[in-house]
Every structure is written in C-alpha cells, then in structure tokens.
C-alpha cells in the first residue's frame, strides 16, 4: 500500500502556484490512472486506485502548506501507512526548474510543508523534490514560490509533469532509481544529430 501526497496550498487563488506542483502532480497521476474522485477526509482530499498494482491512496493537505504534517499525520495514522511506503511530492527551490531528486529522510532546507511534515510524523519518509529554480535574492523566495508559473515555465512543466505521471508505478515498487532515470530520459532533449535523417 503507498500513500502519495501531494503539497501545495487550497484555493483557486493558489492553484497554478509554483508551491503546488505537488497538487498539479497528483492531479494529473489520478487522471491518468483511473482514481476515484477526491473525497474529503483527514483535514484533507484523497482518491484511491492502483500504480503498478499497488493500492494506492493519493492525498492533497487542505491545511495549508506549513500544515501539512496534521493532515498526512492522521491519514497516515488511518492507514497504518509509514516510512517507504509514504511518497511525498513537493517543490524545491534548490534544484534547478525542471529537474528532479528521489530520497528517503533527511532535513527539511526550510521547505514549510516538510518542517510541519517532520513535526507530525518524523522524517523517515520518502521525497520526490521537483525543482522550480531559486530566484536571484533570499527576499524574493516567499514570492517565488507563491507567484504562479509563468509563460516560460510552461515550456518545461507539462512535459515533467507527463513524465512524473508516465513514471509514477515505479514510485509505487519501491524503484526510486528507475523512476528518476525514467523522468530524466523523458525530457532530455533530442540531440541535434538525433533529429537528422539518416543516410540510405
């Protein structure tokens, strides 16, 4: 069984915000495959199907972002669900736009959802960290984050987000590697002899 939370912020208002790729994800892998629809529960949304056979509960926190660990806290807790077999999805502003990292535990680099998340119910679960760049000025973060993606993020952000919900049975077996190496080879550009024709 997998649990797969999403972070962002509720809201219209919040909705295309770069602090809510992980709802923007989540969203797209339940459309994907085939999830019921999200259902209020556990101080949040969460739908319910099957990634790579694998029953699997995904959840949006509507608590707010430096929330969020009461809201995993007490799905978690219904499911009996921990360590491994918890997979959240979250911005990071330290990883360049576009690219992303699988890892279990760890700090929280001053991301509020984590730090709530690591009050609520430890660290010692796992991380997939979609990076939307950092802006030029520590001030500017707060704003970075809770501005939307612009026009030019666009060009990068459907084709991840294809690639995270391609990718997503491989988080649900346990297969971190391969489901980074899988999104990776999705958005690498085509070299350029790629896309020549070749001789006859």
Do not use: C
Request: aromatic share 8%; glycine share 12%; net charge positive.
């Amino acid at each position: 069984m997998l649990l797969l939370v999403g972070l962002g912020n509720p809201g219209p208002e919040h909705a295309r915000n770069r602090h809510n790729v992980g709802f923007l994800a989540v969203d797209a892998i339940a459309a994907r495959y085939g999830f019921t629809a999200f259902r209020k529960n556990f101080h949040g949304l969460i739908a319910d199907g099957t990634l790579g056979g694998v029953r699997t509960y995904l959840f949006k926190p509507q608590t707010y972002m430096n929330r969020s660990g009461i809201a995993v806290q007490a799905a978690s807790q219904f499911y009996k669900i921990g360590g491994g077999d918890l997979v959240v999805i979250h911005d990071e502003i330290d990883l360049a736009a576009a690219k992303i990292k699988v890892k279990r535990g760890g700090g929280n680099a001053g991301h509020n959802g984590l730090r709530s998340l690591d009050a609520h119910i430890g660290p010692d679960y796992r991380r997939v960290r979609v990076g939307v760049g950092r802006p030029e000025g520590r001030a500017a973060v707060i704003g970075h984050v809770l501005d939307d993606f612009d026009a030019a993020d666009q060009a990068w952000l459907d084709p991840l987000l294809d690639a995270i919900v391609e990718a997503a049975p491989l988080l649900a077996l346990g297969d971190d590697p391969g489901f980074m190496n899988r999104v990776a080879l999705a958005i690498k550009p085509r070299r350029a002899a790629d896309k020549q024709p070749s001789a006859a």
